[in-house]
């Protein structure tokens, strides 16, 4: 199956933002990673509605260049590229203070979005979130060396994508048909600057100014983002915790779904 097509709002600067609004309550923001054929519902398709099911307005959007949204090849696909999309989203939706929920990119978007704004975010759920190393430590990883040379030389047919997302995970299982189906087509549709003119800055040192709870996610067999920032976010942050899963990838909220939506809840609920 492909990707269940949702809403779209258009931002000030003609981008197509396309999101899914479930339930209703207090809202909480779903922001998914980068790497190719990435889209909102591939990234939490197992974990949004649990949190609707539980008395909140979910909102899980694509970003600009993935899933199916805009992708515009001549842009600077930077950190605060996607933090302006984030905003764009929540005032077309009108959503003032907001929980938000980020794996990887969306991690380190969901951080700059509660530095830049700390009065709109209420809580941040991270899982193995970027924004916390230097650009050269994230190219000595395994997964984004992959991910990084497979993209660009085109590599990405079904099997270069299932063998590219095998590493995203540690049981193979999760690589499922349906997975590939949602993520095969979105990646033929992404330019080659979506990755190229990607950067991220390292965000450690803005750490202490974030305000609300954070609860972070961290898989031990994560080849994509060193688990070793789990330490930084808990030195930085005022008020913080983390869950460390071993036998686990860089998607805890897919490979221990379960986990993750229980414990998520529970902060919202109780921080």
């Known amino acids: 199956m492909s990707i269940p097509r949702g809403s779209y709002v258009k931002t000030p600067s003609g981008i197509d933002l396309h999101y899914y609004d479930v339930g209703s309550g207090s809202p909480v923001i779903f922001i998914h990673g980068s790497g190719p054929g990435a889209s909102g519902y591939s990234n939490f398709k197992g974990n949004y509605q649990a949190f609707a099911d539980h008395g909140h307005r979910v909102i899980v959007f694509d970003l600009p260049g993935y899933g199916l949204s805009s992708k515009p090849a001549e842009a600077e ?90 590493i995203l995970v540690h049981d193979p299982r999760h690589v499922t048909e349906a997975l590939l189906s949602e993520r095969v087509p979105v990646c033929a549709t992404q330019p080659k600057t979506v990755l190229s003119t990607m950067r991220v800055p390292d965000l450690t040192d803005r750490l202490s100014e974030i305000q609300c709870p ?58």
């Open 77 to 166: 696909y930077v950190l605060d590229f996607f933090v302006d999309a984030l905003k764009a989203l929540l005032d077309s939706l009108g959503i003032g203070r907001c929980a938000l929920v980020g794996n990887s990119l969306g991690g380190a978007i969901a951080i700059k979005y509660a530095v830049d704004r700390p009065d709109a975010v209420t809580h941040l759920v991270l899982m193995g979130p970027g924004g916390l190393e230097a650009r050269e430590r994230y190219f000595e990883m395994e997964g984004i060396q992959r991910m990084m040379n497979d993209f660009a030389m085109d590599k990405l047919d079904r099997d270069g994508m299932r063998r590219l997302l095998s």
């Open 214 to 271: 954070v609860l972070g996610f961290w898989g031990s067999n994560d080849k994509f983002c060193p688990a070793d920032g789990a330490l930084k976010v808990l030195r930085e942050c005022a008020n913080a915790r983390f869950v460390l899963v071993n036998q686990c990838g860089h998607w805890v909220m897919v490979e221990h779904s379960e986990l993750f939506n229980r414990t998520s809840l529970e902060f919202l609920a109780n921080d």
